[in-house]
């Protein structure tokens, strides 16, 4: 969610006047003419879509078809990028949930008035040995916000949601386990990150006890984005768990991306990364349409499953009724023969589980990406806001620069108020100052952002490629595999059967 929209540019850009130190090298600046900053004023809109057309964008670039630019004079976070620096953590398992009494807690909805813990194990990398904490849900809420405020253009994994009803549902033993495997991903994720991974509040998080307090995020000079909601846990249906989860799990994507749009700021020149923006967002309509394609195929398999089991069972009582009516060997020898064939429905029936199970493992890739796509609109919102920041304190020294010159030119003229009007143009200087301080920390917030969306852009296509190239293999040798296992069982039953069949004829 954002925080909400500030009453206006100049008044967001006055409540840092008053904390924004006023340098005195700057008063050169404020003197210069507003025509020599191409961003004094707001730059005519650009229609994305309408220079779309004009790049043609594989989608599988080679790794050095993005070229970032430079890198800012100011970095805004020191860490490391790309995968220079080896991860910290290991592994980290979520486990061992534990019911809690929210003190003081008088909550109307039936569990409202308890919470659970969840035990976080890391084992650390290098051998530095394992770190056992204990965490509540409000703590991840608490590390997702820190993060977000830390690391704005970053593609930060986005957190599982807190239902709304989460005091009713909580209470069920599937529900908690979800919540497990879900902070589990979670976490896995952000550690898995080459500059999350390393992020001091992360490490904090996984290593030491301890509560973790509330973040209180300072006042915001433009809007600002927090990588959560990934959206709520949805509950696995029963008797159809293989399907259910996955049909969940893509609701799940589907939901969060809904809550994720950007403001409806675009003024961005640069057209490059335009293309790119253009690109990863028919990337999600496609991953979309994928996912709805791989849902009904394990749909597709699960029906076949749970049909092969149905003709097992009735293949079974059709058995022992031959077998209960037969009067002479040869009917029992073909009640026996029915009932190898039968054992055989089913065990095919059990192993199609199985392969729904790889399925399942497989194809989740696409709704892994298709999730991500939520923290990539984050990022790119964050980039929108920082240039809507930076425009507006443009507008603002615009408009003091202008009342600055009207009033030495008035002053001019009226040489009896010369002294109250050489005031109100020396407190204008000092404004244009303060607001030129504001300006030279937004641009080089924005730079920094940019230059993050560019790194993160190629290490998405990067880490993209080689995924899905191990979802296809995966997927294929798991086809081949089970095909060979069926077509295996079925030859034995053939076998099994051709003595009787011969003796048919």
Avoid at 332 to 344: D, K, P, Q, V, W
Wanted: aromatic share 6%; proline share 5%.
């Amino acid at each position: 969610m954002m925080a909400a929209e500030p009453s206006s540019a100049a008044s967001a850009a006055a409540d840092d006047l008053e904390t924004l130190a006023l340098d005195s090298s700057s008063s050169t600046a404020a003197t210069a003419s507003a025509s020599t900053d191409p961003l004094l004023r707001p730059p005519p809109s650009q229609n994305a879509a309408g220079n779309h057309d004009a790049f043609v964008i594989d989608d599988f670039l080679e790794e050095d078809d993005f070229s970032p630019a430079p890198a800012p004079s100011v970095a805004r976070q020191p860490a490391p990028r790309g995968d220079a620096a080896p991860s910290v953590f290991a592994k980290i398992t979520v486990s061992d949930p534990k019911k809690h009494a929210e003190p003081a807690a008088g909550g109307v909805i039936p569990g409202s008035g308890s919470y659970f813990t969840y035990l976080i194990t890391t084992r650390l990398a290098g051998g530095g040995g394992e770190v056992r904490v204990r965490r509540r849900f409000r703590d991840v809420v608490a590390l997702a916000d820190r993060l977000a405020a830390a690391h704005r253009g970053l593609f930060v994994p986005a957190r599982p949601d807190k239902s709304v009803l989460e005091g009713q549902v909580m209470q069920r033993h599937d529900f908690v386990s979800q919540r497990c495997a879900a902070l589990q991903r979670y976490l896995c994720r952000l550690a898995a990150h080459p500059i999350v991974g390393h992020s001091p509040d992360l490490r904090i998080f996984l290593t030491e006890p301890g509560a973790i307090p509330a973040f209180q995020p300072e006042a915001p000079r433009y809007w600002t984005t927090t990588v959560n909601a990934a959206a709520p846990l949805v509950q696995a249906k029963s008797g159809r768990d293989l399907f259910g989860m996955f049909k969940g799990l893509k609701q799940t994507v589907v939901n969060g991306l809904v809550s994720t749009k950007p403001p409806p700021v675009e003024q961005e020149t640069d057209t490059e990364f335009l293309a790119h923006k253009a690109r990863l967002e028919d990337l999600q309509q496609q991953l979309t349409t994928t996912s709805q394609q791989a849902e009904a195929l394990v749909k597709a398999q699960d029906d076949l499953r749970e049909t092969t089991g149905h003709l097992g069972m009735t293949l079974i009582k059709l058995a022992k009724f031959e077998r209960e009516q037969a009067t002479c060997n040869s009917l029992r020898r073909r009640a026996g023969e029915i009932h190898n064939f039968a054992n055989s429905v089913l065990k095919m029936s059990r192993s199609q589980i199985k392969l729904n199970s790889e399925i399942v493992k497989h194809l989740g890739s696409i709704h892994e990406y298709l999730e991500a796509m939520i923290s990539v609109n984050h990022a790119f919102t964050d980039r929108s806001n920082a240039l809507h920041h930076v425009q507006s304190l443009s507008a603002d020294l615009f408009s003091l620069h202008t009342r600055a010159g009207r009033l030495e030119s008035s002053s001019a003229r009226d040489m009896g108020h010369e002294w109250s009007t050489y005031q109100k143009v020396e407190g204008l200087k000092e404004t244009i100052r303060a607001t030129e301080a504001a300006k030279t920390d937004a641009l080089r917030e924005y730079e920094s952002i940019k230059e993050d969306n560019k790194i993160e852009i190629k290490r998405f296509d990067k880490e993209r490629r080689r995924d899905f190239t191990e979802m296809l293999k995966g997927f294929v040798v798991n086809q081949a595999s089970y095909s060979d296992h069926f077509a295996n069982m079925w030859t034995k039953v053939a076998e099994e059967t051709e003595m009787y069949a011969n003796r048919g004829n």
